[in-house]
């Protein structure tokens, strides 16, 4: 068994209970992905729970701004933003991911329009038996 022997990283020197490594440089520069100009957004999992934020406070917002209205409309972003996803797939970093979770979004979005247009339908028909019986029909 051969033990690879690691150099020491980690600045001592601070009193903190976690050693902190020191920046290293690399001996050449990282090149970039092909036909992307640069690396996108890269974040952790602190940056996510931000994004997450954001979306649910736009989505409070639009409930708010159009008195609970808006929220109709809400089933329609998921096919919307799921057929551009589709579409650009082919420019994505990963195009596989990408069209996975574009048609995760198509469906999301097509089964909530659907239960809507459903329950929709089941309030109209409600509204129309009890005419129907109001009338003696």
Do not use: H
């Amino acid at each position: 068994m051969v033990l690879a022997i690691m150099p020491n990283d980690f600045d001592f020197t601070t009193e903190d209970s976690l050693p902190i490594p020191k920046p290293s440089t690399p001996s050449e520069p990282e090149s970039a992905p092909s036909g992307s100009g640069g690396k996108i957004f890269q974040g952790n999992s602190y940056d996510l729970v931000a994004f997450i934020g954001v979306v649910v406070g736009g989505v409070t917002l639009l409930s708010c701004a159009t008195l609970g209205v808006g929220q109709y409309c809400m089933p329609l972003l998921p096919i919307i933003l799921g057929i551009v996803g589709l579409v650009s797939a082919k420019d994505s970093l990963n195009p596989e991911r990408t069209r996975q979770l574009s048609w995760l979004s198509i469906g999301a979005g097509g089964v909530i329009l659907l239960l809507l247009l459903i329950f929709v339908g089941f309030y109209i028909a409600l509204v129309v038996f009890g005419i129907a019986a109001d009338t003696g029909f």
